[in-house]
């Protein structure tokens, strides 16, 4: 194991220690958020900046409070590619709306900030169901929000990581978002 790996491991088990001794959401957020910035290795993976570095829920609490500290649920950007998905809409959604009519949970940015997890995956040589975790519930979620069940039955079977899925249903997000608006308006 490299010391890489072992700082991660470091902040994963103060964040679950944060969590079970029911410590404060400022203090579990921030514990987060270095979790996460120490993953990306202290860069937006967008591009590539080493300053002003947030980390960005890629799920918002707002459409799925239970992602909240989850480790695929979160990718480090630097304050301007931060900015962009807040500007449109940062609000609470509609429900009753498709996910991105009110432009708060741009699927394509989901898509985008997925495939930029697996690409510093690969490149760091982390583990993905390791920092990249993603729990059954959440990915249970973008199944429904999707309908890929059988991403998540390949991921249960193994074929697939958790975080693959992820980005799998979400790369085809628009498509299926579009045919689901269509039936809505034909039926």
Same mark, same amino acid.
């Given at each position: 194991m490299d010391c890489v790996q072992l700082e991660l491991m470091e902040k994963q088990l103060s964040l679950v220690q944060a969590l079970q001794r029911r410590r404060s959401e400022r203090w579990c957020l921030t514990l987060w958020g270095r979790y996460i910035k120490a993953r990306d290795g202290r860069r937006c993976l967008i591009c590539g900046a080493g300053e002003r570095l947030h980390?960005?829920?890629?799920? &918002?609490?707002? $459409?799925?409070?239970? %992602?909240?500290?989850?480790?695929?649920?979160?990718?480090? $950007?630097?304050? @301007?590619?931060? @900015? &962009?998905?807040?500007?449109?809409?940062?609000?609470?959604?509609?429900?009753?709306?498709?996910?991105?009519?009110?432009?708060?949970?741009?699927?394509?940015?989901?898509?985008?900030?997925?495939?930029?997890?697996?690409?510093?995956?690969?490149?760091? &040589?982390? %583990?993905?169901?390791?920092?990249?975790?993603? @729990?059954?519930?959440?990915?249970?979620?973008?199944?429904?929000?999707? %309908?890929?069940?059988?991403?998540?039955?390949?991921?249960?079977?193994?074929?697939?990581? &958790?975080l693959q899925m992820a980005y799998q249903a979400m790369r085809g997000a628009p498509e299926v978002v579009y045919r689901r608006l269509f039936e809505a308006i034909f039926s």
């Open positions: 980390a960005h829920h890629i799920f &918002r609490r707002a $459409l799925y409070p239970h %992602g909240w500290y989850q480790p695929g649920n979160g990718i480090t $950007l630097c304050h @301007e590619c931060h @900015e &962009r998905p807040h500007a449109v809409f940062n609000g609470r959604p509609d429900f009753n709306q498709p996910v991105d009519a009110q432009g708060g949970d741009d699927l394509d940015n989901v898509a985008c900030y997925f495939q930029c997890l697996l690409a510093a995956a690969r490149a760091r &040589r982390l %583990g993905h169901d390791d920092f990249y975790f993603i @729990e059954d519930h959440m990915l249970q979620f973008i199944v429904s929000l999707q %309908g890929y069940g059988h991403l998540y039955d390949a991921m249960q079977q193994g074929k697939i990581s &958790r």
